[in-house]
């Protein structure tokens, strides 16, 4: 899944939500 922004590692706002090589990952 890709993230229409860019996060670092881990947003609060966005819990749970890892960004790698510009894609995202919801755990």
Given at each position: ?27
């Amino acid at each position: 899944m890709c993230c229409s922004r860019v996060y670092s590692e881990t947003d609060e706002e966005d819990q749970g939500r890892i960004v790698k090589d510009r894609r995202c990952e919801i755990f």
